[in-house]
């Protein structure tokens, strides 16, 4: 076709068509560009949730460690506080949403929990045969020892935990200049 031949008819419909072309183009690129911001938002919320109740569960421990050391003795319902369920959940919401990061410093700081309460039966067993046997009063004393040792170290991994989370929850502002700030699906 000769496009000094072109009525004004056809070339009404050629400009139609491909406006009609462009516009379908625009409407899909936009749809997916709006589902890929929509996507990363709700991971981002569903992080910040998971991390929420990560530091909540940190600040539960931490407040359980404080009352036993303070009194020395567990507080009631402590057992049924920290199943091992609710902690298999939890590892697994950070699993799915947490940054490698926060996943490692979870595992630390749950691992450091262990290793207290371990320590801490340790101790309260240790400290029951101190009543009734003269000679255990050393050991449960050394027991003792590593009970606080283990409580400060638990704390200092639940402080990483929480110091990672916030520099992560942190929003960090692209400053773009130029042409560059015309690039809105970055955002």
Known sequence: MDLSTLTPVQATLIATS?????????????HRLTLSRDRRHRLWDRRMDTYAEVLKATRDVAMVRS???SKQRLPDGTYAKFESSLENLLSAKVAM????????????????FALWVKAWGTWERS????????????????????VEG???????????????????AKFKRI?????????????
């Open 175 to 187: 400053k773009r200049t130029g042409w560059a700030r015309l690039a809105f699906w970055r955002d």
């Open 97 to 112: 949403f947490g940054s490698l990061t926060v996943i490692q410093l979870k595992n630390e700081a749950f691992a450091t």
């Open 18 to 30: 491909i406006t009609a072309t462009v516009s379908t183009i625009a409407v899909v690129i936009t």
């Open 127 to 146: 400290n029951q045969m101190a009543q009734t046997i003269p000679e255990e009063v050393e050991d449960a004393r050394q027991y003792w020892e590593v």
């Open 67 to 69: 009352e036993a050391q």
């Open 150 to 168: 283990l409580s400060k170290a638990a704390n200092e991994a639940d402080k990483a935990l929480a110091d990672a989370i916030k520099a992560e």
